[in-house]
């Protein structure tokens, strides 16, 4: 059958669809990026999946000479954070609507990380949703392309498999170095803190193999 050159099938109308929506979800990231100072700050440290922003806006306060970034996949959740931040008058925060990935592609080299906070990721606790999980072995490598030499993550999770998953990960990674002695640097119980049991903390440092040419800003 001869097919009319202006054919489009619904597939093809779903993937444009689709290409149109990661394209807007891009464009918001890098106009949040665009936002971010590039001067002035020697240290820039990052939330991924801040949630309601009850530990960073806490931590910015408190650390008034780090700029600090909270993303967060729920925009509905940043609004609520945004209120914290502008209620206590810090101007050393910055909250950004981003899928985790998205956002670290999205980073120019000009910003990279002293810190990086994942606090109760979703634990996505089935077995056949583990491949959803934030910490893998692409997103470590892809994380440290955007931190400082040395930089350090932290890692706190009320899962003691999603834990136990992220140790193994770490350790078999060549970007980062796991360190159980190393000290968490600050706290504040976030609001998923408050709600656990019990929780596993994990500490880790950028190796040398996954040093940025970026070298800081
Ligand atoms: C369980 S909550 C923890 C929130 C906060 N860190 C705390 O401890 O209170 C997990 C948060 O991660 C966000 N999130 C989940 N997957 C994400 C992703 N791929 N990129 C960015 N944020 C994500 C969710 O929207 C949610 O706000």
């Not at 959740?77 to 592609?105: C, G, M, P, Q, T």
């Not at 980073?107 to 949703?129: C, E, M, N, Q």
Request: hydrophobic share 40%; proline share 6%.
């Amino acid at each position: 059958m001869k097919v009319p050159y202006a054919y489009a099938s619904p597939l093809d109308r779903v993937s444009q669809e689709h290409r149109r929506v990661i394209r807007a979800r891009r464009e918001t990231v890098e106009t949040g990026l665009d936002r971010l100072p590039r001067h002035g700050w020697r240290d820039y440290d990052l939330e991924i999946g801040c949630g309601h922003g009850h530990f960073l806006a806490a931590y910015a306060a408190a650390h008034p000479q780090r700029y600090c970034v909270g993303i967060d996949i729920a925009g509905g959740r940043l609004e609520r954070a945004r209120k914290k931040s502008s209620r206590a008058a810090l101007d050393n925060v910055s909250w950004i609507h981003s899928e985790a990935l998205l956002f670290l592609e999205c980073l120019p080299g000009a910003i990279t990380f002293s810190r990086v906070f994942i606090l109760f990721p979703d634990p996505w606790p089935k077995r056949r949703h583990h491949k959803h999980r934030l910490v893998q072995p692409r997103f470590l490598e892809l994380l440290s392309s955007v931190c400082r030499p040395e930089a350090t993550l932290y890692f706190r999770s009320d899962d003691g498999n999603y834990t136990q998953q992220a140790r193994n990960s770490l350790i078999a990674s060549a970007f980062w170095d796991i360190r159980p002695a190393e000290a968490w640097p600050w706290e504040r119980a976030s609001v998923f803190q408050e709600r656990a049991a019990r929780y596993e903390s994990l500490v880790a440092r950028k190796t040398p193999t996954g040093f940025s040419g970026a070298g800081g800003a």
